[in-house]
C-alpha cells in the first residue's frame, strides 16, 4: 500500500479465488471475492454458504475496506470452537496487505479432531495458501467532490480532469454545468488550486466525508 493506492483482489464481482488444502482427511476449500462494503461481504458469505450447504463448517473472516483497517471487518468460527477459526482467518486478512476481501473457508470434516491448535494453524494456512495465487490490482485511493462551473469553464475544467486523471461520475447541463468527481486524493490540492483560477474564485468545492 502507498499513499495513495492499495491493493485489492482483481476479480470481478461474480468471481470467485479458490484453492484447497487437506489436513489430516479434513478438506478446507478457501474462497475469496471482492467485497466493497460490509453488505457485499455478507451478500459473498451468503452466496458461499448456499453453493456448500452441506458443509460442516463455513468459517469466515472479511475486511470491507482499505489494508489493515478493522472498521469495516468481521469474522465467525460458524460452529467450531471458538476463537480457532474466524479471528485467527481475519488476523490474516488485516496483515494480508490486500482490502476489499472476503475469505470463506468451508470445512468438510474428515474424521480426525484436530484440537485447538491444529484447528487455527489449519483456517490460517487455507487462507495463506489462497492469498499466495491470488490475482490482485492497485485501487487509487479518491474523495468525491461536486462542484458548479460556467459553461465558458467547461473545455479548460475537461482539461483539467484529464491531467489529473479525475473521473467523472455525473454531469449535468443546465444554465451551468454540474459535476460529481472523484479525484484521487494526491491531486486534491493541486486540484483545488487550478479550479480556483479557472473560475476566479468563484468555485465551491464539496466533499464527501
Known amino acids: 500500500m502507498t499513499e495513495d493506492s492499495y491493493l485489492v483482489p482483481n476479480l470481478k464481482s461474480n468471481e470467485i479465488h479458490r484453492t484447497e488444502i487437506t489436513v489430516k482427511k479434513s478438506r478446507f476449500i478457501t474462497s475469496i471475492g471482492r467485497t466493497h462494503g460490509v453488505d457485499e461481504a455478507k451478500a459473498f458469505i451468503d452466496r458461499i454458504c448456499k453453493e456448500f450447504p452441506d458443509a460442516r463448517h463455513n468459517c469466515f473472516a472479511y475486511n470491507a475496506d482499505k489494508p489493515g483497517s478493522s472498521g469495516y471487518a468481521g469474522c465467525s468460527d460458524d ?84 491531467r489529473l486523471g479525475i473521473n467523472i461520475v455525473n454531469q449535468s447541463y443546465t444554465d451551468k454545468v454540474d459535476y460529481l468527481v472523484e479525484i484521487p486524493e494526491k491531486s486534491v490540492d493541486n486540484f483545488s488550486a487550478e479550479i480556483t483560477k479557472i473560475t476566479s474564485g468563484q468555485c465551491v468545492l464539496k466533499f464527501d466525508d
Open 79 to 162: 460452529g467450531e470452537p471458538h476463537g480457532t477459526a474466524g479471528q485467527p482467518m481475519l488476523n490474516v486478512v488485516l496483515h494480508c496487505d490486500v482490502g476489499e476481501l472476503t475469505v470463506v473457508v468451508t470445512r468438510y470434516f474428515g474424521g480426525i479432531l484436530l484440537g485447538t491448535g491444529g484447528l487455527v494453524k489449519a483456517y490460517q494456512d487455507s487462507v495463506k495458501a489462497a492469498l499466495e495465487t491470488l490475482p490482485t490490482t492497485p485501487m487509487v485511493i479518491v474523495k468525491k467532490c461536486s462542484f458548479t462551473i460556467e459553461h465558458s469553464e467547461v473545455n479548460l475544467v475537461q482539461r483539467l480532469f484529464a
